[in-house]
């Protein structure tokens, strides 16, 4: 389990609003509301919920969802420890403690019956039970539970349950307008503008070929990804061989065939 504390010092996180995406997480801050956030792979997601935390001066704990994930992960456990046993609260019980953040990325991986742990948190009770210490915690005014998830990925086996989903409000993330996308690019990584346009470019060539040759298209991130290394003096065709063309595909010809895309709009 990946798990991240963002202390309140940190600084606030390079973050390109798209639309009111902004405005609507802080009213269900302040509501008290729960938040699903759904989009597909490296539109902005975790960097969202990341630039909010810091925007709010809150502590923010992420938790990578996946198939083991147990309830237990989530809200803590006994441990040995000098001959004896503590309890350790897990990540949502630290968020519910502190008043903080909890961000499940990917909830749709974690199984159904530890995703009913949340059930609790996510209406107007706003508790935690803690049955192995006996605690009932009750979620302060400043707690927020977050959950994503990519809709590509969903089939009849992993999708959240309707009693889950209608705990939450829920904001729908794409891949963002090309200007807004450069503006990403150089803010993260100081890229020249006509730098990021290229790249932009090759993500939206790339990105038309979803369904077709690609089973995923290149995110945001990855983009970002291959504007460092040439920022850092890496050849632009090298940089988008290593963060675009071997990322996504393992297949020879699909990978010739991206490659041509980019040596197009690199002259190459």
Not at 8 to 13: I, K, S, V
Not at 227 to 238: S, Y
């Amino acid at each position: 389990m990946n798990m991240s504390l963002a202390a309140e010092l940190n600084p606030l996180p390079f973050y390109q609003p798209a639309g009111d995406e902004c405005a609507i997480f802080e009213r269900a801050w302040r509501n008290r509301l729960p938040l699903l956030i759904k989009g597909p792979t490296g539109c902005g997601k975790t960097r969202f919920v990341a630039h909010m935390a810091a925007r709010l001066k809150l502590p923010l704990y992420t938790v990578a969802c996946h198939d083991d994930l147990t309830a237990a992960d989530l809200v803590g456990r006994h441990l040995i420890a000098d001959g004896g046993t503590v309890w350790c609260d897990g990540p949502l019980t630290r968020a519910v403690r502190e008043g903080g953040i909890c961000y499940l990325d990917e909830v749709v991986e974690a199984r159904k019956d530890t995703t009913v742990v949340l059930h609790p948190l996510a209406d107007d009770r706003r508790i935690l039970p803690i049955d192995r210490t006996g605690e009932l915690l009750t979620a302060p005014p400043s707690f927020m539970l977050v959950v994503s998830y990519n809709p590509g990925y969903q089939n009849l086996l992993k999708g959240l349950k309707p009693s889950t989903r209608q705990r939450f409000i829920s904001l729908a993330f794409d891949f963002i307008a090309p200007a807004q996308e450069e503006r990403i690019l150089i803010g993260e990584t100081g890229v020249a503008a006509s730098m990021a346009q290229r790249l932009v470019a090759i993500g939206g060539a790339l990105r038309a070929l979803r369904d077709h040759d690609l089973d995923e298209v290149p995110g945001t991130r990855l983009l970002v990804y291959a504007a460092r290394l040439i920022q850092d003096g890496c050849e632009p065709a090298v940089a988008c061989r290593v963060a675009l063309i071997e990322t996504l595909t393992d297949d020879p010809e699909t990978a010739a065939a991206l490659r041509e895309i980019i040596d197009a709009a690199f002259g190459g």
